[in-house]
């Protein structure tokens, strides 16, 4: 059965490390603030200018003028910072994000990563994706596997605007986790009860699989 939203933030949230210091993007990966393991402490980073962001507010909790970048309300934790965007932008662009996880519209076998826009709709906001995939070595793209309408988004070649060149090592998909390197897929984990072959009728671009392949634990 696919992840949800949910179950993909769980999954990528286990990837975090102690001392880690975190930019989450706009969507599925801002839900990885509400999953940090316990045991570990980490400083989420919002790129609008909050190092420390915490999980989303309770009712009783709720702050219009505390938001991340997604324009969402959230909690900080203790020692967080704010700062303005150029101090943020320059964390980014120094190449001090140790972690950077992001959503796509598509990825392809040469870790090049669309989630810029797609030609013909409005765009909302430039947001900081570009210096992000260009300031950071560690990034998770986290997207479905496959559009509404059953096509991959996990290509041969991009056929979006790029946002960045080479830059993805890793993906998370509501089917599997995989990973990037010498122009190819490589299935690392699949979602509970998805089949091997499920994942290879929905990638396009070509996909190797090596042994079993483990379920994700959760």
């Known amino acids: ?55 989303f507010p309770t009712e009783d909790e709720v702050d219009a003028d505390l938001i991340n970048a997604g324009k969402q309300t959230v909690t900080m934790t203790a020692g967080a910072s704010l700062f303005d965007s150029a101090e943020s932008f320059a964390m ?35 947001g900081g994706a570009m210096d992000l995939v260009a300031g950071a070595d560690n990034i998770i793209v986290t997207m479905t596997h496959a559009s509404k309408h059953g096509v991959s988004k996990l290509l041969n070649k991009c056929s979006l605007p790029l946002t960045g060149k080479g830059c993805i090592k890793k993906v998370l998909t509501d089917l599997a986790f995989i990973e990037i390197k010498e122009g190819k897929f490589h299935l690392l984990e699949r979602a509970p009860g998805v089949s091997v072959e499920e994942i290879i009728k929905l990638t396009e671009g070509e996909l190797v699989v090596e042994g079993d392949i483990p379920e994700m634990q959760f």
């Open 1 to 55: 059965m696919a992840l949800s939203r949910e179950q993909i933030a769980q999954r990528v949230a286990q990837e975090l490390k102690d001392g880690y210091y975190v930019n989450l993007g706009i969507g599925i990966p801002t839900l990885v603030a509400n999953y940090v393991p316990e045991g570990i402490e980490v400083m989420l980073q919002s790129e609008n200018g909050l190092l420390g962001m915490g999980r």
């Open 92 to 126: 980014i662009r120094g190449g001090h994000v140790d972690l950077t996880v992001l959503g796509a519209f598509e990825v392809d076998v040469e870790g090049n990563i669309a989630s810029y826009m797609i030609p013909g709709k409005l765009i909302k906001g430039m």
